[in-house]
C-alpha cells in the first residue's frame, strides 16, 4: 500500500513537471514542433 502512494506521487510529480515544462515552452513563444513547418500539422502555427 504505501508503495502505491510513493509510486503515486513521484509520477503525479514528473507529470506536473512536463506540464509545467510545456506550458514556459508555449508561454516564450516556443514551439513543440521544432520549428519546422514541414512536419507541423498545423496546429502550432495560426
Do not use: E
Not at 9 to 20: D, Q, S, T
Not at 29 to 46: F, I, Q, V
Amino acid at each position: 500500500m504505501a508503495a502505491t502512494v510513493i509510486i503515486s506521487a513521484v509520477l503525479v510529480g514528473v507529470v506536473g513537471l512536463i506540464v509545467r515544462s510545456i506550458y514556459k515552452d508555449k508561454k516564450n513563444g516556443k514551439s513543440s514542433c521544432g520549428g519546422g513547418c514541414g512536419g507541423c500539422s498545423g496546429s502550432c502555427h495560426t
